[in-house]
């Protein structure tokens, strides 16, 4: 199994600054999005909608660092650094960060931590989808809504999750690769 080395370590450290930046960011047009659809009774749509952002840090850790455990620590640094930034969710980022780390890893850990390709990626996407709306369902209160409403967050939450941590997570690893930023791997 790949060992830790200092190589990693600092590339995970400045991808959770700078996605922990972004998840920073996402806090007010989060608030923006809710009122706006607060008038149609979709405010809770832009908590799924906005998810994929907010959960990237740990697809995008695994699927570039390749070491088990990467996914959950970048996704949970990410929330750190939000948090310390003054993100609207104070402390609970961080319970968020490692659900969310988790659940990405999951997905690295069907496969073994032996294949990073479009599965391993799919897998990710799925498992955080479905772990991180099962979160939801108790921790925002998801379990109170009426059946077309769940279907319809779940939707956008795993369409959300897919393009950012899917596809691009997907383009952004392999800019790096071919920019020799990161070393190509077999896939």
């Given at each position: 199994m790949k060992q830790w080395h200092?190589?990693?370590?600092?590339?995970?450290?400045?991808?959770?600054?700078?996605?922990?930046?972004?998840?920073?960011?996402?806090?007010?047009?989060?608030?923006?999005?809710?009122?706006?659809?607060?008038?149609f009774g979709l405010a809770p749509a832009a908590n799924d909608l906005l998810l994929g952002l907010w959960v990237m840090a740990g697809p995008l850790a695994g699927f570039m660092i390749r070491i088990p455990g990467s996914a959950t620590?970048?996704?949970?640094?990410?929330?750190?650094?939000?948090?310390?930034?003054?993100?609207?969710?104070g402390a609970a980022t961080m319970i968020s960060g490692i659900v969310q780390g988790v659940a990405s890893e999951a997905g690295f850990a069907l496969v073994g931590y032996k294949k990073y390709n479009w599965l391993s990626l799919s897998l990710s996407v799925l498992?955080?989808?479905?772990?991180?709306?099962?979160?939801?369902?108790?921790?925002?209160?998801?379990?109170?809504?009426?059946?077309?409403?769940?279907?319809?967050?779940?939707?956008?939450?795993?369409?959300?999750?897919?393009?950012?941590?899917?596809?691009?997570?997907?383009?952004?690893?392999?800019?790096?690769?071919?920019?020799?930023m990161i070393q190509a791997r077999q896939v």
């Open positions: 200092l190589r990693e370590i600092i590339m995970l450290t400045l991808l959770s600054i700078f996605l922990g930046v972004i998840f920073w960011v996402t806090g007010p047009i989060y608030n923006v999005l809710a009122a706006a659809l607060t008038p620590l970048g996704e949970f640094l990410g929330a750190v650094v939000e948090m310390f930034l003054g993100g609207q969710w498992t955080t989808t479905v772990l991180t709306f099962v979160w939801d369902l108790f921790r925002s209160g998801y379990g109170a809504y009426k059946p077309g409403m769940l279907v319809m967050l779940f939707f956008l939450r795993l369409l959300s999750i897919f393009v950012f941590g899917g596809i691009l997570t997907k383009l952004i690893v392999s800019l790096l690769e071919r920019s020799h």
